[in-house]
């Protein structure tokens, strides 16, 4: 049974034109850049300031821009005969109303450059041809170079390799003419190591390729014998073992830090391609003062272009109007709301970085003064946010993927962001200049006697920063510095 119910809801939902702007904010640079370009191509109602109507509408520009979204309100149009609302109605919504970009980060398109050459496995491939093999040895050897990763090594078992030649070439072998086509011929192969299946048989095969010398010698033992050993620095217990001293140990060691543990990344090739980073800001210091920069100089001065508010101007005039000019002013009324609503985005997209950045700079400016890291503040999203009346999201997309310019180099904004942690003198100091200090404290250490966490829990204490050991091993670790074994040198 039919009855009829008065419910109240209540919604947040974002507006196409508060999507555009997020999206917009979050592209750095030359994304941006790029995303102008489209939409100028995109819409014909947009125009920048180099248009080819400048001098004969530029009057009329100025009028039109003086009007307050004339275009985008129904009444203005003097139609007559035709309601706007009419074209508007749910069962015909225009293509600017529905068009948002509202997709997640993953769900975007990245355009990824392309540069033309020769790929690692193709250089091998080409070493491939310089051998006298069967034409089914030259199939499987081929099929082998398909699984070499992109560090050179085959990480795949050699029974694996069998089975999938059986299933998927159709071509039966056993698994000694897969490993003779491997140790025999890819394992000969430039650049040296290429074709091993772990770290040390990589470094065997580079040994073996060099001029023999006692410490080459013994640094093969060492590999084949003693790796494990060898990799946990158990320096003693190898000379004890090999009845070696000290010197001929160093040597040793030595001819073993000059193997290349990736032979696939000394692969030079011209497919390779060099990223540059483009920064957003740029700060500078006059006469002791701090300058803001946005860096814009590729990205047009956009306007709404002349021709096309010239033929919402003309339809007016207009007294009789056909089906076609109805439809005719529909379309330029659509491209015309969606020129306004990009410029307004690209104008608070300006905006909202400007203000973001030069609260970042305020809240740093001993830093960006002196360069020096130690000056930095802690700070955090919620810092800036709250100075700007901004929200949280809107200054992370900021600091995440923008770079900023300064006399002391370029570097990601959010790496000014950091926690804080109370001094001895009750200061509240940034966890930054504690892991410059922590970094400074491993690297003038003995690295015969590399210093242990607790070590420098006690070091940095003594310093004034009372920080817990387990914090100590966190920070190590984000700096990627190994333990006080691994760090141990002879």
Known sequence: M???????????????????????????????????????????????????????????????DNQNDEYGDEQVIDTGDINIDDYLSDDDVPNYKTYTNNYSDDDEDKSVPYAQGESFIEYLRGQLNTYRLTEQQFQIAEFILGNIDDDGYMRREVKSLVDDLAFTQNIYVSPEEVENLLVNYIQHMDPVGVGARNLQECLLIQLENKVVTEAVELA?????????????????????KYDVNDDELRAAISEIEKLNPKPGKSFSSSSKIVEQITPDFTI???????????????????????AFAEMLDTYKKTEKKSNDQKEAVMFVKQKLDSAKWFIDAVQQRRNTLLYTMEAIMKFQREYFLTGDETKIKPMILKDISD?????????????????????????????????????????????????????????DEDKRKPLTDERLTEILKEKGYPIARRTIAKYREQLNIPVARLRKEI
């Open 2 to 64: 039919l009855k009829q119910e008065l419910n109240f809801k209540l919604q947040q939902k974002l507006s196409p034109q508060q999507i555009q702007l997020m999206k917009l904010v979050q592209l750095p640079t030359v994304a941006f850049e790029q995303r102008v370009k489209e939409e100028l191509e995109e819409n014909p109602a947009l125009d920048d300031q180099s248009s080819e109507y400048d001098d004969e509408y530029g009057n009329e520009q100025d009028e039109w």
């Open 220 to 240: 093969e033992k060492l590999i084949s014998e003693s790796f494990d050993a060898f990799t946990k620095k158990h320096y003693s217990k190898l000379m004890a």
């Open 284 to 306: 500078n210091i006059n006469d002791g003062e701090l300058e803001l920069l946005l860096n814009g100089r590729n990205v047009p001065e956009l306007k709404i272009s002349n």
């Open 387 to 443: 100075r700007i009346g901004m929200d949280i999201s809107t200054v992370s997309r900021v600091a995440n993927s923008k770079y900023v310019t300064t006399p002391y180099g370029t570097f990601l904004i959010k790496d000014l962001f950091s926690e804080s942690l109370t001094n001895e003198d009750g200061e509240e100091v940034s966890t930054r200049e504690i892991k410059r200090i922590l970094q400074d404290v491993i690297a």
